[in-house]
């Protein structure tokens, strides 16, 4: 099978989002179960206390379901009206700014439990 090699530097900037984005899925997966855990942590097993604590591994697939299930599509946006700008926000905004910010808010609410 013959390697692929980028000819132009549109191609070569387009595959590197590209592998940043898989990155950056790869860590949001990470950090969603992470954050799921532990507000399982802080909110679940304080109130059902015969309930163990979730470890991240199975909170990682938890999270990725809720994900699938709920998921909703971002209006479709024609490539040509998009900036790399804002595809590049949008790729660090998606996986790591949203649970961050869940984060913060659990955090301060597991402060009235």
Do not use: D
């Amino acid at each position: 099978m013959k390697e692929y090699v980028p000819n132009t530097r549109e191609e070569l900037i387009a595959l590197s989002v590209s592998a940043v984005k898989g990155m950056l899925l790869a860590i949001g997966m990470i950090f969603n179960g992470y954050v799921i855990a532990l507000f399982w942590g802080w909110f679940v097993v304080p109130v059902l206390t015969n309930i163990p604590s979730l470890p991240l591994v199975p909170a990682i697939g938890i999270a990725t379901l809720i994900r699938c299930l709920t998921y909703q599509s971002p209006l479709a946006v024609k490539w040509e009206e998009c900036t790399w700008g804002r595809a590049i926000a949008r790729v660090i905004v998606e996986p790591i700014l949203y649970p961050a910010m869940a984060l913060f808010f659990g955090w301060i609410i597991h402060f009235f439990m």
